[in-house]
């Protein structure tokens, strides 16, 4: 199993990036994928997560991100706007049949992440 995360960078605030989460390994339209962060000295947090008939967003991010998959492609997208210095984090993608579970961070499979810095 392979959750390959990718599209982090440096963005100044207000900016924009989308983040890519390609999957492999399992059966990609069985299963929620989601987004989980961690930033030193902050607890993680379970930023967002889709299955094909739902969808899930924090309130710290909730109108500014924006999460869709391709099952097609295996692949799950982030898009963030109006990025804020507290989004900076090194972002996780999470894979788990049950939705729930990777709402809060418990998700069968963890993929590597992605370090989002946002600074002027």
């Known amino acids: 199993v392979q959750l390959q995360a990718s599209g982090g960078g440096l963005v100044q605030p207000g900016g924009s990036l989308r983040l890519s989460c390609k999957a492999s390994g399992f059966t990609f339209d069985d299963y929620a994928i989601g987004w989980v962060r961690q930033a030193p000295g902050k607890e993680r947090e379970g930023v967002s997560c889709i299955t094909d008939g739902d969808t899930y967003y924090a309130d710290s991010v909730r109108g500014r991100f924006t999460i869709s998959r391709d099952n097609a492609k295996n692949t799950v997208y982030l898009q963030m706007n109006s990025l804020k210095p507290d989004d900076a984090a090194v972002y996780y993608c999470?894979?788990?049949?049950?939705?729930?579970?990777?709402?809060?961070?418990?998700?069968?499979?963890w993929g590597q992440g992605t370090q989002v810095t946002v600074s002027s």
């Open positions: 999470a894979a788990d049949q049950v939705f729930h579970n990777v709402v809060v961070m418990t998700p069968e499979y």
